[in-house]
């Protein structure tokens, strides 16, 4: 999957938890918040990997 399309899938992750929170629903948005949370320390985890750099 292309970094693009995996951060604009986090996002809307994270927005779909925003709603979520907003609407009273949280237990789920918590749910979608720590998706967010995850994917995109994988995502930049991935990212650094990728160049070579540890730091």
Known sequence: MNDLYK?????????VG???FLSGEFI???A???TAAIASNVNVNSKRGKT???A
Do not use: E, N, P, Q
């Open 28 to 30: 789920i948005s918590s």
């Open 18 to 20: 925003l709603l979520g």
């Open 52 to 54: 070579g750099s540890i």
């Open 7 to 15: 951060d604009i899938l986090t996002g809307l992750v994270f927005m």
């Open 32 to 34: 979608l918040f720590a």
